[in-house]
């Protein structure tokens, strides 16, 4: 059984308020992740160009703050205490809308959120409770469902230009934007920080007063705190999450920073303040390379993020088990071997829990969600689920470190490998792209963007 | 064909436009030696006709212009020029020029603005900057994110597609033609005349769907405040003109009145000022004996005892598109009204400010709906 619980005061709530409907801007889910020490809100938008992410820490912005894991009690194992869900987000911000900063009797003093997750209910809810003045107590029960939660992972180590600003600065630059101007390109030119709103919607030639205004605005590298930017390398996001970030920056007061290296590569803005680090991972466009990109920046086909890396794949309780492992079936270029590993850590224990709860039901399931991919043969479908866990498996238990975590599980599913799967033996060389002795820690810096 | 200008005074240019485009997208800009002409002829509702000298809005010392015809005509999607005027609020430095992106031609607006900035995280005091506040700003240093006090420059570029107007694309163009009008009176305060006009309007629509026009009987005259009555005494109920929004009766004498007023099945107000000036007319433009003649100096030589209902003439025009119009009153200009009575009501909208030579006129041309 999984628990979270959790309690914010009046100013964190006004917090969470902003932070959850800039996120709105985002997707229209959010993503919640309980860690022991860190509660995380992220959103990926549907294109996955976009990536913003929230991050609360327990002992500054919390009131009281706790997380009990399912796994603790058996492994200790601190890193996989983790539990991921999502919820949509309009849901979650009718409940907070107006209820902040009301100087009425009845304004909120405390909020406390609550959450029990357990295989035996059929029913779990997020449970809000908002305390107010007067004796006021209003409850709201949310509905949320299993993700497969995805992370953009960018290595500020290597970014190579970067940037700090008010962003009550990059709010005037903004204000000059035209508000149907798609993209956001910037660069540095002789001491300036040159912004440029375009649109690459083509409107061809009768309509010409319905093309878009291209505006760019100038700023002295002085007016930013830090500018570090390669000369002459324009960098285009879009304009919109742009403002989302500035707009949202604006309202925390806080500085925000801006890191990258080359144009079609993320870029990564960043601000903290009171307990709360927000990040948000945009992939640029423009011309990625001077040879092989010979089009201008505005006929640059925008290029997506690399899907992002799913740290938790599936939890024991969805419904499909099969659909995600699925969707990854079909030869991965050499990259994406290398990123996967990161699955391992992070969905260790639901995998492993997944193997033991569902597998019973596992012909019937495959048969009804899974003929897409696979026929209903029961030794393809063990080959299925086998090249699914087997890297996980062997990576995991270099990542954890700690074989015995999780080993009961584990080996409750093993025997069904052996016994089952002739062919599991040569898997291991066909399918691997990684030596299954590599570490976690080695695995992230070849990173989702890099 | 060249055109460049620095802009003199950018707030007027941005509320002009602003103004503008609330009664269509497309304007005809026709720039010229001495003015600059801007023309609104949208598909329904009020055409504008204005015709501004090159200094209100430009800089006369800067202004070139070359072209074969001696005007270069342009069409430009108004609220988009508006849009870009913004960015030059504050500024002391606004170029606008013609000019071409691949192949297409663009009204380039170049502003510099420069704002006092406390330094310390680079924050803008305030938008209203006008850049002569310090005559001696603190020489900069080289450090990125300077900390001191010091003026900001940001340059900020605007490119406004536009379209190329042939002289004879627009040689068929000319302003409506109308009868005398029957009065001419100068209105009350627009603010006023604007928030009455929309209550009315906005009264009438939340009114029944099954609303008719009324021909609205005068009240007693010189009645300075708003009466409501009950329909039903006279209301001459005919079918809906084409357009469903509420139709606002406007009247005027030549005794300084003016009346507002709306009717419905439901409500009948009115709203009326007295004692506004009709003015006299420019005696430069025809002969003492020729506008005796005229409608509105017959109207004019009448007894206020003769009767009110006499004197009178009445336009119904659309209550929302007569809002638009009256948001010409944040250039806070004098506006005199032309009633053709059942006709046309035009509008001679002089902006303040105007210096010697040529002024500021905007013609609108509303016409009036029939009942």
Known sequence: ?450 | MRFRTQLRDSRTFSKLTASLSSLGKVCWMRLEYEVIRFTIIPDQGTQVWASIPVGTIFDETTYQLESNSDAINIEVNISVLNRALRSAWGSTHTQLRLTKKDRTPLLALTVLSSEWTDGNMALATNNDADGLGDPNPVAPTDTTGDQGPRERQTWITQEIPIKILHESAVEGLHEPHCPDPEVHIILPNLAQLKSISDRFTKLASTDSKSRQPGVMAPDAPGMQSVSFSTAGASTAATALSTNSSPKLELSANMHGSLRLAIATDELRIASVWTDLVNPPLDPAQMSQEQMSQLPSEVNRKRDASEGFESGWAKVRIDGKDWSRVLSIGRLSPKVVACFVNEMALVLYVYLPGNREGEESCLTYYINSFTT
């Open chain 1, 1 to 450: 059984m999984t628990s979270l619980s959790l309690s914010l005061g009046p100013p964190a709530l006004v917090r969470l308020h902003d932070a959850l409907i800039c996120l709105s801007k985002f997707s229209e889910t959010v993503a919640i992740e309980a860690e022991p020490d860190i509660l995380r809100l992220s959103a990926l938008n549907s294109t996955k160009t976009g990536f913003a992410s929230f991050a609360f820490e327990k002992g500054v912005f919390f009131e009281a703050y706790s997380f009990n894991s399912s796994n603790s009690g058996r492994s200790g194992n601190v890193s996989l205490d983790r539990f991921f869900c999502q919820i949509y987000i309009k849901a979650l911000l009718s409940i907070f809308r107006g209820r902040i900063d009301k100087n009425k009797d009845t304004a909120v003093e405390r909020c406390d959120m609550e959450l029990h997750e357990d295989l035996q209910q059929t029913e779990c809810r997020l449970t809000v409770r908002m305390i107010c003045g007067l004796g006021v107590i209003k409850s709201y029960k949310l509905t949320y469902e299993p993700a497969a939660i995805q992370h953009a992972i960018f290595d500020k180590s290597k970014a190579t230009s970067m940037w700090t600003a008010d962003p009550r600065f990059l709010k005037q630059l903004i204000e000059h934007f035209s508000v149907s101007a798609e993209q956001l390109d910037m660069y540095s030119d002789s001491g300036r920080a040159v912004f440029t709103s375009f649109t690459t919607k083509i409107t061809e030639g009768k309509e010409v007063l319905k093309h878009p205004v291209h505006t760019s605005v100038a700023a002295d590298k002085r007016d930013f705190q830090e500018y570090l930017v390669e000369e002459n390398m324009h960098v285009a996001i879009n304009l919109k999450d742009f403002k989302a970030v500035v707009s949202h920056a604006e309202t925390a007061n806080a500085t925000v920073t801006a890191r990258y290296t080359r144009p079609c590569k993320p870029l990564q803005l960043e601000y903290r303040f009171e307990g709360v680090n927000a990040e948000f991972t945009v992939m640029t466009r423009g011309q990625a390379d001077n040879d092989d990109a010979p089009t201008s920046t505005r006929a640059t086909i925008p290029r997506q993020t690399p899907v992002p890396v799913p740290i938790s794949t599936i939890r024991p309780r969805d419904p499909r088990p099969s659909v995600t492992p699925s969707m990854q079936m079909p030869p991965p270029p050499p990259r994406s071997r290398s990123i996967r590993p990161l699955n391992g850590s992070s969905t260790q224990e639901n995998l492993s829990q997944k193997a033991s709860v569902d597998r019973p039901a596992a012909s019937g399931l495959s048969i009804e969600f899974d003929s897409l991919f696979v026929p209903a043969d029961d030794d393809r479908q063990w080959d299925e689920m086998n090249e699914e866990e087997e890297p996980q498996d062997i990576l995991g238990w270099d990542a954890s470190g700690t074989q015995d975590a999780f080993g009961a599980s584990i080996r409750d599913a093993e025997p069904s490998f052996s016994k089952q799967d002739s062919s599991r033996v040569e898997d291991p060389e066909d399918e691997m792209g990684l030596p299954p002795t590599q570490r976690l820690s080695q695995v992230r810096h070849y990173g989702l963007f890099d």
